[in-house]
């Protein structure tokens, strides 16, 4: 499977998020639903990475050491997916779903691009940035299309806070990925540190819910597939893509989270969502179809997406995100 590939399925991968909490117990809060999957999450990945360890200890054998990352790059990443999270959720509580998602999502590749080129050097080109804006347009009319918009200039800031800190995430991972840690590691750490640091957060917001066979299954297949799953299937794809492609490629999310909406929810979205919807799918095909270039290594590592982004269109959602 070629690295874009990965970074597509893992993007459809952390599209059925919101689809999942919909069929899931209605008094569920999205911030603790979030909480919930990243502590988790981030445990199995860290015994996907215990797993992955030996196995590489074994190959290298008395001729290999194995390194682990530094704790700081470790600690600052965890930091930055538990940041992403609490932003996301602030912010789509003051300006609600519809602006907030796309300010945060749509800020992601820009701020991606921006931070790759400081760190790297690295130019993504202008093919890139004609997939960028009609993926980003899609995803306005996506979401346009689904929920009424409000705006409040602390709510952008939140959202932007959110995207910066999802960039900011990315490129750490790269970094420690270019040191020679393996992607494995890399997810357990970050995912693991985050979600210590969002335990406080679950405690304090998790419901009766939460131990429910309803409210567990849910939280169990999030941790699984849209988190687990998808960042072991987005660490394999993610060393020889530039960041502004990666981030670009992501925007596949908001796209499954409508078609799984009007197929397994009965949602019917209108045209201007259906719009939005062929160009984020214009903007991918250009750039999944993209050759390959040597020298491109800085890739994108999409922290999990908080669950109101992944069900943008489906009308109960703004007032449950202000809950």
């Known amino acids: 499977m070629g690295p874009r590939l990965c970074v597509l399925v893992a993007a459809v991968c952390f599209g059925t998020t919101g689809t999942a909490q919909a069929l899931g117990p209605d008094d569920a809060r999205a911030v603790a639903v979030g909480s919930g999957r990243i502590a988790l999450g981030g445990a199995l990945l860290a015994g996907v990475a ?7 200890r074994t190959e290298a054998g008395r001729a290999g050491v194995v390194r682990r990352p530094r ?12 940041a992403y999270q609490l932003c996301f959720f602030a912010a789509v509580q003051k300006t609600g779903v519809a602006v907030g998602t796309v300010v945060a999502i749509g800020s992601g590749p820009a701020f991606a691009g921006a931070l790759g080129w400081l760190v790297a050097r690295e130019n993504p080109g202008a093919r890139w940035a004609l997939a960028t804006v009609l993926a980003a347009a899609g995803v306005t009319l996506l979401v346009a299309g689904g929920s ?24 750490i991972s790269k970094q420690l ?78 796209l499954t989270a409508a ?21 984020v799918l214009t903007g991918l095909l250009a750039l999944a179809g993209r050759p390959g270039r040597a020298g491109l290594v800085v890739a994108v590592v999409e922290p999990a997406r908080p669950d109101a982004t992944a069900r943008v269109n489906r009308p109960a959602a703004a007032g449950e995100a202000r809950s």
């Open 177 to 254: 990925l270019r040191a020679g840690h393996s992607p494995e590691v890399v997810m357990a750490g970050a995912f693991a540190t985050g979600g210590l640091l969002l335990l406080p957060v679950l405690i304090a917001t998790a419901g009766p819910w939460l131990l429910t066979a309803g409210g567990l299954a849910m939280v169990v297949f999030l941790a699984v597939i849209p988190t687990a799953l998808a960042y072991v299937l987005f660490a394999r794809g993610l060393r020889e893509l530039t960041a502004g492609e990666t981030a670009t490629l992501t925007l596949a999310e908001p």
């Open 50 to 56: 215990v797993l992955a360890g030996r196995r590489a």
């Open 148 to 171: 009424a918009a409000s705006v409040s200039s602390l709510g952008i800031a939140l959202a932007l806070g959110a995207g910066a800190g999802y960039a900011s995430y990315t490129v």
């Open 71 to 82: 704790a700081a790059m470790v600690l600052l990443a965890g930091a930055c997916v538990a």
């Open 259 to 279: 078609a799984l909406g009007a197929v397994v929810l009965g949602e019917r979205p209108g045209l201007v969502a259906v719009a939005g919807a062929g160009l």
